[in-house]
């Protein structure tokens, strides 16, 4: 199984700065088929970038993914109220599909 | 107005079975490959489960493999998962959820619409 891991485990920031968030593959992603995902407490995922860097229907641009092989960036260029919340990677170039463990983004 | 709406989720004893349902409108049900998966409390997510639109392949992960059915009935617009032989570890936010094709195929199994999940909790 692919084992994804995410750095930092936390990320404390003030709104209107950037965040970077890192996505580790213990292989490579087969196609770069590898996904981020926004959560909010008590919210259901919703689905920020696929194919590592296109941006899913309604995505503001000021989400952005990166990166090919085994490592992955999510760049929020300046963050808004609405952006703190937990950000999780998955891949889905070989089964079994695999999330990260995720990154939260509080305000610092 | 797309809605997948998941039911059945409740307070179960170790060993016993649940079934999970998920209601699906809004789209065309039979065009798309759907899947469950979980969130335990304070954890991250882990698909479980995902079948085809027309129930020829099926996945299921290794910690559910063998205890855990998927199933789908076009008729009803609706999504299942009986789960047998429940144990600690299966308690859990079960989401339900929908990937971008009609097939399991490696590059299509990202999830663009979700639930809001059921909760099983497994305790004595």
């Known amino acids: 199984d692919i084992v994804l891991t995410q750095s930092p485990g936390t990320l404390s920031l003030s709104p209107g700065e950037r965040g970077t968030l890192s996505c580790r593959a213990s292989?490579?992603?087969?196609?770069?088929?590898l996904a981020w995902y926004q959560q909010k407490p008590g919210q259901a995922p919703r689905l920020l970038i696929y194919?590592?860097?296109s941006r899913a229907t309604g995505i503001p641009e000021r989400f952005s993914g990166s990166g090919s092989g085994t490592d992955f960036t999510l760049t929020i260029s300046r963050l808004e109220p609405e952006d703190f919340a937990v950000y999780y990677c998955q891949q889905y170039g070989s089964s079994p599909w695999t999330f990260g463990q995720g990154t939260k983004v509080e305000i610092k | 107005e797309v809605q997948l709406v998941e039911s059945g989720g409740g307070l179960v004893q170790p060993g016993r079975s649940l079934r999970l349902s998920c209601e699906v409108s809004?789209?065309?049900?039979?065009?798309?490959?759907m899947h469950w998966v979980r969130q335990a409390p304070g954890k991250g997510l882990e698909w479980v489960s995902g079948i085809s639109w027309n129930s020829k392949m099926i996945g299921y992960a290794d910690s559910v493999k063998g205890r855990f059915t998927i199933s789908r009935d076009s008729a009803k617009n609706s999504l299942y998962l009986q789960m047998n032989s429940l144990r600690d570890e299966d308690m859990a936010l079960y989401f339900c959820a929908k990937s971008i094709s009609h097939v399991l195929v490696a590059g299509t199994m990202y999830f663009d619409l979700w639930g809001r999940g059921t909760l099983v909790i497994v305790s004595s």
């Open positions: 809004g789209i065309i049900f039979d065009n798309y490959a």
């Open positions: 292989q490579s992603v087969s196609s770069n088929y």
């Open positions: 194919g590592a860097s």
